[in-house]
């Protein structure tokens, strides 16, 4: 099994910062990617920002040119600076993990994060 433990979330103003964390630990044999989800009551979950093993990076539109995503391939951790928050960027942000315990890859999710941005 694979667990993920997220850390950073929080209260910031508008403009303000914010860096999340995620660490997998468990019997991961491979790591192919990380990445981060957010999810508004009543809303679908969706996508914010996404990194390979290898340090390709996928991203939002919304949050492209203010969010950046990194990981730590050592640690098996994913981090999201966020900068230049805005109110609309209030949600639950999620961990993503696509790793492998044996034969095969499965997607892991962590337990989520509060941010919550104030106008």
């Known amino acids: 099994q694979v667990q993920l433990v997220e850390s950073g979330g929080g209260l910031v103003q508008a403009g303000g910062s914010l860096r999340l964390s995620c660490a997998a630990s468990?019997?991961?044999?491979?790591?192919?990617?990380m990445g981060w989800y957010r999810q508004v009551p009543g809303r679908q979950r969706e996508l914010v920002a996404t990194?390979?093993?290898?340090?390709?990076?996928l991203y939002a539109g919304a949050v492209k040119g203010r969010f950046t995503i990194s990981m730590d391939n050592a640690k098996n951790t994913v981090y999201l600076q966020m900068n230049s928050l805005k109110p609309e960027d209030t949600a639950v942000y999620c961990c993503?993990?696509?790793?492998?315990?044996?034969?095969?890859?499965?997607?892991?999710w962590g337990q989520g994060t509060q941010v919550t941005v104030s106008s």
């Open positions: 993503n993990a696509v790793a492998s315990t044996g034969w095969e890859f499965n997607d892991y």
């Open positions: 990194i390979t093993s290898g340090g390709n990076t």
């Open positions: 468990g019997s991961i044999i491979s790591l192919n990617a």
